[in-house]
């Protein structure tokens, strides 16, 4: 049976919790959150692009390189069930 992409942002939420530029990335997360809770599925794929971009411009930055490797993966997770492009 298949994660409920619900139970993938919240993971991936508490992943980011702390990690990045400011509140950046959390941002983003809860952004696709609602656009996924409106039926939004291209929406929230373009979102989860940018998020995922952010990630790697900021890894060995203000992102563990560690961290970034596990919050990509799980991004990567979502755009996978969602059927992202």
């Given at each position: 049976?298949?994660?409920?992409?619900?139970?993938?942002?919240e993971?991936?939420?508490a992943?980011?919790?702390g990690?990045?530029?400011?509140?950046?990335?959390?941002?983003?997360?809860?952004e696709?959150?609602?656009?996924?809770?409106a039926?939004?599925?291209?929406g929230?794929?373009?979102?989860?692009?940018?998020?995922?971009?952010?990630?790697?411009?900021?890894?060995?930055?203000?992102?563990?390189?560690?961290?970034?490797?596990?919050i990509l993966?799980?991004?990567?997770?979502?755009?996978?069930?969602?059927?992202?492009g």
């Open positions: 049976m298949a994660t409920p992409v619900g139970s993938l942002f993971k991936l939420l992943l980011v919790d990690v990045g530029p400011g509140k950046s990335l959390a941002h983003k997360i809860a696709a959150q609602a656009s996924y809770a039926q939004d599925v291209p929230t794929c373009s979102i989860m692009n940018a998020f995922s971009n952010e990630v790697t411009a900021q890894s060995g930055k203000h992102v563990d390189p560690i961290s970034a490797v596990a993966a799980e991004a990567a997770a979502i755009r996978a069930a969602l059927g992202c």
